[in-house]
Every structure is written in C-alpha cells, then in structure tokens.
C-alpha cells in the first residue's frame, strides 16, 4: 500500500506565501506524474498543476507566476509553492501521485490540507 501526506496548508492573509508539501511511503518501485488538485466547498475537484518525475511541469492558467511545483525524487515528495494567494486561492489541497508498486501502476491520493486566505 502506499499513503500520500501532506503539510503545510493553514491561514494566510491575502498576498501571502504557503509551501506545502506530500510524502510518498509504502510499496514504491517508482513514481510517475505528481500533482496538486484542490476543492473548494461545493465545487469540482480541479488540478492546480502537475510534474513528470523529469521534472516538465504545467499548470492551470490562473496559477501560471503564482505557483511553483517542485520534487525531490529521493524523498519520494512533491511541493507546492504559493505566493500571492488570493481569498479565491481557499480549498483543501491534494496531493496525487501515479506510483509503479512493482505489480501495477496505480494512483493515489492524499487526505487533503485546508488553505484557507482570509484578512
């Protein structure tokens, strides 16, 4: 089995900076794609952006120059950088990961972390 963490998501005043982070552990041969997707409260989940484990990285156009998603390949671990976020900015965040257990490829998902920016 494999188990996603994340942290690093809290309160923040419009303008502000949040790094948030998710660990993979468990059974992992390799891990694929890795991403950030977020739900704010009666809406679609929605992906924020996405990084191969060669690192492209792509984004959803409203977070282009805002955000920043990063790896760390021997961590088993993908971060997410948010500056100047917005009250629109507020959802719980989760971390994905497309993992090889050594049996299949199979995709996970984290517990989720509130981002809420508010004054």
């Known amino acids: 089995q494999v188990q996603l963490v994340e942290s690093g998501g809290g309160l923040v005043q419009p303008g502000g900076s949040l790094r948030l982070s998710c660990a993979a552990s468990?059974?992992?041969?390799?891990?694929?794609?890795m991403g950030w997707y977020r739900q704010a409260p009666g809406k679609q989940r929605d992906m924020v952006a996405t990084?191969?484990?060669?690192?492209?990285?792509n984004y959803r156009d409203s977070e282009k120059g805002r955000f920043t998603i990063s790896r760390d390949n021997a961590k088993n671990t993908v971060y997410l950088q948010m500056n100047s976020l917005e009250p629109d900015d507020t959802a719980v965040y989760y971390c994905?990961?497309?993992?090889?257990?050594?049996?299949?490829?199979?995709?996970?998902w984290g517990q989720g972390t509130q981002v809420t920016v508010s004054s």
């Open positions: 990084i191969t484990n060669g690192g492209s990285a």
């Open positions: 468990g059974t992992i041969f390799s891990i694929y794609a």
């Open positions: 994905n990961a497309a993992v090889n257990t050594g049996r299949s490829v199979y995709g996970f």
